[in-house]
């Protein structure tokens, strides 16, 4: 999908909805009271279709333009999703609702506006910046479940097939009557070995799932190439 969209303009937009409510009554934290892309695949930074719509790490979607508005506006800083305030350590093409938008609304180059591709190599120059960058045990793991759940949605059997079969294996363990170390004849010590396989799996997971994150930054990567 190729369109062209105004920075500047942009920016106008996510700082006047920045100061409009930042200035009011609501929790800091929440600032912005975004809501889940709409039917109408409207962005809630600038409340215009989505144009070349974005995911941020937690799971929140905006244009591409509007959360590079606020990278620029930020010094070329990490930001923060301006849902939650959490800070976004990749961002994510998301390849559906662009797809969406454009059956919805066909449309080919628009005079002042950048293309798609643009807008995706400025999102891979800011993965490459963050996406090795210190992140707080807490973000990790609540960035874990985001992508878990991209994963489900996602249409790739295979990657929820590894997910389904490492949860059957810890739970399948600690419930399998026949344990490498009986637990009523060892006491507590007979619990290691659950312990051990549970740890284990979740380990395996993680890497996984770190696996996975690295594998959607690329995707960007190879699009632009």
Not at 87 to 109: C, D, F, H, L, Q
Not at 174 to 191: F, H, Q, R, S, T
């Amino acid at each position: 999908m190729k369109r062209r969209h105004d920075d500047a303009a942009a920016e106008k937009k996510v700082s006047n909805t920045t100061t409009t409510t930042t200035t009011s009554n609501h929790n800091p934290a929440m600032s912005l009271n975004v809501p889940t892309p709409n039917r109408n695949f409207e962005c809630p930074l600038c409340l215009e279709t989505f144009i070349a719509a974005t995911e941020t790490s937690c799971g929140h979607c905006f244009c591409a333009p509007c959360l590079l508005s606020l990278y620029k506006s930020n010094g070329k800083q990490k930001i923060k999703c301006p849902t939650d305030r959490r800070e976004v350590s990749m961002m994510i093409p998301s390849w559906t609702i662009r797809s969406a938008v454009e059956e919805k609304n066909p449309a080919g180059e628009l005079k002042g506006y950048k293309t798609t591709r643009e807008y995706d190599e400025e999102i891979e120059e800011y993965n490459t910046t963050f996406l090795d960058a210190k992140r707080a045990v807490v973000t990790h793991i609540q960035e874990d479940f985001v992508l878990l759940g991209r994963i489900f949605r996602g249409r790739v059997l295979i990657y929820k097939i590894i997910v389904i079969a490492l949860f059957i294996l810890s739970v399948g363990y600690l419930v399998w009557p026949a344990d490498i170390i009986p637990d009523a004849e060892n006491g507590i010590i007979g619990y290691s070995d659950d312990f051990f396989v549970v740890l284990a799996t979740l380990w395996i997971l993680a890497l996984f799932i770190e696996w996975y994150r690295r594998r959607l930054a690329a995707s960007v990567h190879e699009r632009t190439n």
